[in-house]
């Protein structure tokens, strides 16, 4: 059965930190995307930061370069997300993501075929 299964999240105050997991079941992650994704209430989903360790490539939204880092351990299958200095306006609802192929775009969520059910990340002023 395949599982995307995130956790980490919580309530911060702005300039705080949190890191994020997702971990993998039923799947491998090395010669895919593993993307992380937010959705706000009222916005669409958007990628926040995407990696693919078989073509070495690593790509992060404007808006979190230099705070975010995506980072995954292919032998726990586990892929993870350190956030710091948060903003209010990271608040949204976090989801990992496996990519559909070995050659699909890490930076758009028509590349990617599994998600998990995400985790909540509040950050307050």
């Known amino acids: 059965q395949v599982q995307l299964v995130e956790s980490g999240g919580g309530s911060v105050q702005a300039g705080g930190s949190l890191r994020l997991s997702c971990a993998a079941s039923g799947l491998t992650m090395g010669s895919y995307c593993m993307g992380w994704f937010r959705q706000a209430p009222g916005k669409e989903r958007e990628a926040v930061a995407g990696?693919?360790?078989?073509?070495?490539?690593?790509f992060y939204a404007d808006s979190v370069k230099g705070r975010f880092t995506i980072s995954q351990d292919n032998a726990k299958n586990t892929l993870l997300l350190q956030m710091n200095s948060l903003k209010p306006e990271d608040t949204a609802m976090y989801y990992c993501?496996?990519?559909?192929?070995?050659?699909?775009?890490?930076?758009?969520?028509?590349?990617?075929?599994?998600w998990g059910q995400g985790t909540q990340v509040t950050v307050s002023s």
């Open positions: 993501a496996r990519g559909r192929y070995y050659y699909s775009a890490c930076d758009k969520s028509t590349g990617y075929a599994y």
């Open positions: 990696m693919h360790s078989g073509r070495g490539t690593t």
